[in-house]
Structures are given as C-alpha cells and as structure tokens.
C-alpha cells in the first residue's frame, strides 16, 4: 500500500512539473496570439479611421470647393453689378465700351436732377431705395438696351450695340417723373440726359467724356431734357477748360480788379451803397465778361477763393468810403461759399482787417441759396446778430414765395429788372413793394436804364435803385469822383 502511494506521489510531481514546464510556453503562445488579435485589431481600426478621415477630408474639400465657387461668384458679382440697384456697375460700363469688336455705340447718359437734395434730407437709407426703384423703372423703359449700369451717384448710363431705338431718351424721362413714394414720403424726380453715338474707335473715356458734355448742356438749359452731342460742345468744354486755367492765373498774376456800382435813393439821388463786381482785364486782350468766366468758377469750385478775394479787397477798398459818406458795401456770395464751415469766421477776419464795422457790410445771395440750406441761413444769422445785413438778390426770378421772408434771415429786396417791363410787371412790382414794406425790408430796383423807370419807380414807393441810369460799375477812382459829387441826378452821371 505504501507503495503504491509512493508511486501516486511521484506520478503527481512529474505531472505537476511537466504542467509548470508547459505553463509558461503557453503563455508565450498566448500572448503572441493576443498581440497578434491586438495587432489586427489596431490596424483594422487605423484602416477605419484612414478610411473616415478620407471621407471627412473629401467632404469638406468639396464643400470648401463649393464655398469657394459661391465666393468667387459672390466677387465676380460685385465686381460687375451695383449692389443697390442691382445694374452693372461703372467698371462693366467701361469694359463693355472698350471691349473687342464692339462697333458703333449708342449712349445715353442720364442724372436725377435734385437727387442729391433729397439725399441729403431723407437720408441715405432713403436714398438706396429712390435709387433702386429709378432701376426698376429703367429696366421698364428701355428693355432692349444690351447695358443698364450705374455710372456714377446719381447717374446711370444705357448702351446699345448700333443705334438706339428711336425715342429712347423720351421713354426714360417720361418713365421717370411720376411721383415716388419712400417710406411715408411722396418724392418727385426728373431727369436730365446726354447722348452720343461713337464708332469703335473711340475710347471708354472718350465716348463718356462727350456723353457728359451732353449731360451738362441738357441740366443747364433747365434740366428734364435732352442733348445730343454735336462736336460744338467738345469745343465749348475746351474754351471752359482754357477759361478756368486762365481764371486761376488771374487771380495770381493781378488781372482781376474790382469795380463798384452805385445804390442810389430815388427821393434825392444820394449815393448810399456800393455793389462790389469783379472784373478780368486779360493784359494784351480786351476784358472778359462776368457772364462768361463766373459760370466757369462756379462749375470748378474756383468761385469760393475768388469770392474771399473779392470780399476782402473790396472791404479793404470801402473803408474810407464808409468813414467819409458813410457808405455801405455789397459784396455777393456764392452759394459754394456760404456753405464753407469757417464761412462766419472768414467774414468777420476780412472786416476786422479792413477795420470795417459789420453795420457797412451787405452780404448778396439768391433766393434759391437761403430756401434750400438750412445751415447757409444760420450762418447768416449769425453774422446779422454782429450786425451784417443780408439782401437777396434778383428777387422774384427765384422760389418768389412770399411765406418764406417771414422767416428768412432777410433785411433788403433786391428786385428783378424783369419786373419794369409791362404794365403787368409794374403791378407786381407794386405788391412786392407793399410786402417789402409790411416786412420793413429795404427794397432796391435792379437794372434801371431809363428816366421813365426811375420816375415810376419813385411812384410806386421804391426806395433806391441801381442800373446804367445812374452808373456803370466804375474802378475806385472814379467811385471816389462821384462821391465827392454828393449825389446823381437822373441820367446825368453816366459813366462809360
């Protein structure tokens, strides 16, 4: 029995360690089958991951694609159109006229007159709208133009390839003035245009530049019309260049001068003011008129320099008139100058270096200047706290509503010449007198030529009066002479 057990102990001890060799060769086994699993199992999931990074990848390259795509249109859009009406805008306008094989060309080029009026009182938001809805309309009136564009802030310009159906310009104007309704506010438009037929060979700049002279003759022959260019008004444009070249020479080289004419009371002939005029003595040519160089100033922005020049020297010049016979100066504004922000400021240096009271000083502007900028008329109000007076000249030719002289900052009418023509006219001269009276305005008749007017000027209770009658606007000497004489009888001071 013991040894059977003895061999039972043994039998359990070589097994036993035969089970601890193998153990461990088993486990290697194992865990080189588990590395293997693990292996696998990392590189199918490394697969999948590659796999979804790819789609991912792919997936957001093609909508970056498809970004890009809509940018790119996006740009391309803004590079051509006007984003508030919707049209081409200048750069297309250009590139279609310069563009290959174009041919012959008809443009018509078209402002809103007043546009910027309302601009200014409605604001811009408004003023997108109004814009936009002159768009529509444009589309409406002239569907078969190969080009609408936005040319400029309130210009837009429509090309055809040839020539323009007949009455296309008509159709434009005709579409554009029914009124406008903006927010709560009715708004009424017209408009002004230019047009011109260029072959091929003309530029962008050339085809737009004779457009414009177009333009610029229609909006000054009264606006809501139309002119076609005709090589005249390239001439015109050339002579208005060579005028504002030689204007701003001038001004420099001592060709300006100022002359005076006389404000004369009808009850005794005395000289009471003087009306500072500019003048252009050219050396070597005869003088230039202020009817023909003054438009010039204006449309070139030169008549704010001109017009300190003119007020500075000829207050400078009226000093010793005022001390000696107590004689007030007129001197004409601008409406570019009266709107200059140091305008107040300007006005009181130039007397106070002239040593010339703000009481001898008449500041000149047209009704038109006074009822349309608010901020002109608070500057005017402002000098006349120091004592300045404000006429308005050529009153009656202008808005003419009695309303406003109530509240405009007024203190002398200066009437029309046009209002000593007819019997007509002399009855309206009559109530305007009346008014001015009512107002306690001082009142002065423009333009008087004759003895006849002069006299029924006086009947009709007019106070003073200026005009060849009584004196050509003369150079300071000779204002000196005809003061000295005291006063002016009727037709006896003519001066040439």
């Not at 001004?251 to 009306?275: F, K, M, N, S």
């Not at 000249?393 to 010449?417: C, E, N």
Request: proline share 4%; charged share 25%; with cysteine.
């Amino acid at each position: 029995m013991a040894g059977r057990e003895t061999g039972l102990l043994v039998a359990v001890l070589v097994a036993a360690a035969a089970f601890l060799v193998a153990v461990p060769a088993l486990l290697q086994q194992f865990s080189s089958l588990l590395a293997g699993l693990v292996g696998l199992t990392a590189a199918l999931v490394a697969v999948a991951l590659v796999r979804a990074r790819s789609r991912r990848l792919a997936s957001s390259l093609a909508q970056s694609s498809a970004q890009r795509r809509g940018l790119e249109r996006a740009l391309r859009e803004r590079a051509t159109r006007d984003p508030v009406t919707k049209l081409a805008n200048r750069a297309m306008l250009t590139a279609v006229l310069d563009g290959p094989g174009r041919g012959e060309l008809t443009v018509i080029l078209l402002d809103l007159d007043g546009f910027a009026e309302v601009n200014a009182e409605l604001g811009h938001v408004a003023g997108d709208e109004l814009l936009a809805e002159v768009a529509r309309r444009l589309r409406g009136a002239l569907p078969t133009a190969d080009l609408l564009a936005r040319h400029g802030d309130d210009e837009f310009a429509a090309v055809w390839r040839g020539v323009a159906p007949a009455g296309a310009a008509e159709r434009v104007l005709d579409r554009l003035r029914p009124a406008y309704r903006v927010g709560e506010r009715t708004v009424h438009l017209t408009g002004s245009a230019g047009v011109v037929v260029a072959d091929g060979q003309r530029s962008s700049a050339e085809v737009l530049r004779d457009a414009g002279l177009a333009l610029q003759a229609a909006k000054g022959g009264g606006k809501d019309r139309i002119v076609r260019f005709e090589a005249g008004l390239r001439t015109a444009a050339d002579r208005q260049r060579e005028l504002a070249t030689g204007l701003r020479r001038a001004l420099h080289e001592g060709e300006l001068d100022v002359h005076y004419q006389p404000v004369v009371r009808l009850a005794d002939g005395r000289i009471t003011a003087v009306e500072a005029l500019l003048r252009w003595f050219p050396p070597g040519a005869d003088a230039i008129a202020p009817g023909v160089f003054i438009p010039v100033a204006e449309a070139t922005g030169f008549i704010v320099p001109l017009g300190w020049w003119v007020l500075e020297r000829a207050c400078a010049q009226a000093r010793p008139w005022y001390e000696r016979d107590g004689i007030s100066l007129t001197v004409n504004v601008a409406a570019h100058q009266l709107r200059e922000a140091d305008f107040v400021e300007r006005v009181r240096a130039a007397l106070a270096a002239a040593g010339l009271p703000a009481t001898a000083l008449v500041l000149e502007v047209t009704e038109s200047t006074l009822v349309a900028d608010a901020e002109s008329t608070a500057r005017l109000d402002t000098l006349r706290a120091d004592g300045v007076r404000v006429a308005i000249d050529d009153f009656g030719t202008g808005y003419s509503s009695l309303a406003y002289l109530v509240h405009l900052p007024v203190d002398v009418l200066k009437i029309d010449r046009t209002f000593l023509a007819t019997a007509v006219d002399t009855t309206l001269m009559r109530a305007i007198l009346q008014l001015a009276g009512g107002l306690s305005l001082q009142t002065v008749a423009e333009g008087v030529e004759t003895e006849e007017q002069a006299t029924t000027l006086r009947a009709l209770g007019c106070e003073h009066a200026q005009g060849f009658l009584f004196s050509r606007p003369v150079p300071p000497a000779d204002l000196d002479a005809l003061l000295r004489s005291g006063r002016l009888e009727l037709g006896a001071a003519r001066i040439h």
